[in-house]
């Protein structure tokens, strides 16, 4: 059971666990782009989400956090996917007290914040699964909370569920600074896809852009070999 | 959907497509062979002869006048060899029983060559030696039976029927075949490839989303299978060479 924690958290956690490899030179290209994706407002919070379940948004995040945290800024990471949490799977801690916790004031922030084996990055698991996960996060709680996050962190990254099936993600886009649509080459509907904008758009929230996942290689075999001819 | 297409999505859609279209015209061309060298009977092929020339010594017709009635009598023992009238002979000389008369008539084939006054029977069957002994048979007996039916003796047999036992057959070609279904399979399956593309209603690459959401394309995270992780750390190689 443990190896196979390892193994997944091997292929999942590719910044950690090869971080000079093409994917994870991707990453880099991201949070790049992130960065320069607004400019004249700072991006302190940022949702992470897709049109539907499966498509990458988790795996995503995660190594997103590690390259940010790489480059020595304190990130946060929370799971505030509340009805299917992947978190504390990911990274491996455990998720008894976490982010519903918090907000139903059961836990202070000191108990819920764990750190990780990567400097800078800290997590905010899931917590408790709630009955009712989008009025939780609708709460004005969560929005106090928010507030005092960006106070200790240089970012915070949420994971949310999937835009298309609950309401939780347009929630947070909401109350964040910006969010990003994973689409995962191949599976995401093209349809679904444009729903999935429209609601972003409709957010407070800035839509910064897309990202593109499992992108099949032989599909432009330039790409990835230009940005990693780049570091060396 | 739009309604052309470059000539660089066209090899973009192959060249996605390119397994499935390899497969299946594989497949289909194999199928073929199989089904032409195992599963088809081979029909072999045996002809014989015939000359006709109207000895007519007691008129004095003008020679050329002569072919063109030879001509038409041609025609006309084309469909005499065919009837039941020297059918039913030939399958009692033969003792063909499990034969009739339409079943024997599809395997016989008369044809003149070119202006001639030459007629060949072609005989078509799954035993060489059964083609031979028709085509033979067919022959004589319209040989001697012509004689009554229009009082004329003209017939002579040119050639002889032969089979042998290395005989090739003329049906299935399988080289042929396995030609005709390559190509066909090959049609197919880009015509597959197409309907695909045409059906599929995902995103896929970077312009995709561009062109559908025009929003920026913050990032793209290759697929993480290995088989594709190795085939970036090779292109890396390649490049830092």
């Known amino acids: 059971m443990a190896n196979r924690m390892n193994k997944k958290m ?38 992470i989400t897709s049109p539907n379940p499966g ?15 790489q480059q020595g ?7 505030a996917d509340l009805r299917k949490p992947t978190i504390h799977y990911t990274f491996n801690i455990n998720n008894t007290k976490g ?12 108990d819920v914040i764990q750190q990780t084996p990567v400097l800078n990055l800290f997590l905010l698991p899931s917590g408790t699964i709630p009955p009712y996960p989008a009025e939780l996060l609708q709460s004005e709680m969560m929005s106090q909370l928010m ?20 309401a939780d993600a347009q ?46 290689m032989k599909d432009s075999p330039y790409q990835t070999t230009y940005y990693y001819g780049q570091i060396k | 959907m739009e309604e052309t297409i470059s000539l660089q999505e066209f090899f973009q859609t192959l060249r996605k497509r390119m397994l499935l279209i390899f497969s299946i015209t594989l497949l289909v061309t194999a199928l073929s062979g199989v089904i032409s060298f195992y599963f088809i009977t081979p029909i072999y092929e045996s002809s014989t002869q015939l000359l006709i020339n109207q000895e007519d010594t007691n008129t004095n017709q003008m020679p050329d006048l002569d072919i063109q009635t030879n001509l038409q009598l041609i025609n006309t023992y084309s469909i005499i060899i065919k009837s039941p009238a020297i059918l039913d002979l030939v399958i009692k000389e033969l003792a063909l029983e499990n034969m009739t008369t339409q079943s024997l008539n599809k395997k016989i084939n008369v044809n ?16 060489q030696y059964i083609a031979r002994d028709i085509a033979n048979s067919t022959a004589d007996i319209f040989q001697r039976e012509i004689t009554d039916l229009m009082n004329i003796n003209n017939v002579g047999i040119l050639a002889k029927a032969t089979a042998s036992e290395k005989q ?38 970077e312009q995709d989303i561009e062109k559908l959401l025009s929003l920026p394309v913050i990032g793209s995270i290759s697929s993480m299978e290995i088989k594709e992780q190795k085939k970036i750390a090779r292109l890396n190689k390649m490049q830092q060479k």
């Not at chain 1, 800024?73 to 799971?79: I, N, S």
């Not at chain 1, 609601?199 to 852009?209: A, N, P, Q, V, W």
């Open chain 1, 10 to 47: 091997e292929t999942q956690l590719i910044t950690i666990e090869n971080s000079k490899s093409p994917i994870s030179e991707q990453y880099r290209t991201l949070r790049t782009n992130i960065q320069y994706s607004s400019v004249d407002k700072e991006l302190k919070s940022i949702i």
């Open chain 1, 55 to 69: 498509e990458g948004k988790s795996t995503t995040i995660a190594n997103l956090a590690i390259v940010f945290a």
């Open chain 1, 73 to 79: 800024k304190k990130v946060l990471l929370v799971d």
């Open chain 1, 99 to 110: 982010l519903t916790n918090l907000l139903m004031k059961k836990a202070s922030l000191g």
């Open chain 1, 147 to 166: 507030d005092r996050l960006k106070a200790s962190f240089d970012l915070i990254l949420f994971d949310t569920p999937p835009i298309l099936a609950v």
């Open chain 1, 171 to 216: 929630i947070l886009a909401n109350k964040s600074d910006g969010s990003i649509l994973v689409v995962k080459s191949g599976s995401t509907e093209k349809e679904g896809a444009v729903r999935s904008k429209d609601i972003l758009m409709s957010s407070r929230s800035k839509l910064l852009g897309v990202v593109l996942n499992n992108k099949m």
């Open chain 2, 112 to 127: 003149s060559e070119g202006d001639s006054q030459v007629v060949t029977i072609t005989v078509q069957d799954a035993d």
């Open chain 2, 168 to 205: 090739e057959p003329v049906k299935p070609q399988p080289i042929l075949n396995i030609a005709i279904s390559m190509v066909i399979g090959f049609l197919l399956s880009i015509g597959l490839a197409f309907l695909l593309e045409y059906l599929d209603n995902t995103l896929t690459s």
